[in-house]
């Protein structure tokens, strides 16, 4: 079993919907969650970042984090094609490494479409 | 967030050259970054940490003779592609430790070994 399980997808979806990304992950000891948003041929850009359990709302961004049931999401509202891109999710914080080394989900790619 | 630039941007070299990438941190001063590699269509792979002033740890399986990383400043890492073949072509992206959790990331250095 992965550390980090991210449906790759594709997932396309029409312009305005309600878009629900997820990974889930299997190391009780990450304490650090992002989403990122990666272009084509791009480095990725950070879009969330969430310590612990809880909700975070950033504009049409809302990652959150149930550490009960190792599940992370981001959602995106009135979701516009210029979000078509990959989304990866990354953890960190394992105690036992001492260092903020990221555990990347393989990414989902979003398309939405005009 | 921090900026990071990565340069070259692209770089096409012949088999058994060598090649140098570099990445600054404009705005922050980084005594942590990291190098991956990305494959397309294919999630982050960590290559190595670097520490400014100190050796840089590898990951398993990613040969530190091969990939020379070197982190003499706080903004500056690089790495070198020693004697590149065509299967070392890949996406290279260096990102800087922020705080606790939070990565930043270049845009990333297109290498195509011929």
């Known amino acids: 079993q992965k550390e980090v399980e991210q449906d790759p997808g594709p997932l396309s979806v029409p312009e305005g919907a309600i878009v629900s990304l997820n990974c889930t992950y299997s190391?009780?000891?990450?304490?650090?969650f992002m989403w990122y948003r990666q272009y084509s041929r791009k480095g990725p850009e950070l879009l969330m970042y969430t310590y612990s359990s809880g909700n975070k709302e950033d504009g049409r961004f809302t990652a959150q984090v149930d550490k009960s049931s190792k599940y992370i999401s981001l959602f995106i509202r009135d979701s516009q094609p210029s979000d078509s891109a990959t989304y990866l999710c990354?953890?960190?914080?394992?105690?036992?490494?001492?260092?903020?080394?990221?555990?990347f989900g393989t990414g989902t790619r979003l398309k939405v479409l005009a | 967030g921090a900026v990071v630039s990565q340069h070259p941007s692209w770089v096409i070299c012949k088999s058994g050259t060598s090649v140098k990438i570099e990445c600054r941190s404009l705005d922050f001063q980084a005594t942590t970054m990291f190098w991956y590699r990305q494959f397309p269509k294919q999630s982050l792979m960590l290559m190595a940490t670097?520490?400014?002033?100190?050796?840089?740890?590898?990951e398993q399986g990613v040969e530190k003779d091969k990939f020379l990383i070197n982190h003499a400043s706080l903004t500056l890492s690089t790495l070198t592609v020693t004697s590149a073949h065509p299967e070392d072509s890949s996406f290279y992206i260096c990102?800087?430790?922020?705080?606790?959790?939070?990565?930043?990331f270049g845009p990333g250095t297109r290498l195509t070994v011929t």
């Open positions: 990102s800087l430790g922020a705080t606790f959790g939070a990565q930043y």
């Open positions: 670097s520490n400014e002033g100190s050796k840089a740890t590898y």
């Open positions: 190391n009780s000891a990450f304490q650090y």
């Open positions: 990354a953890m960190s914080g394992d105690s036992a490494s001492g260092t903020y080394k990221y555990i």
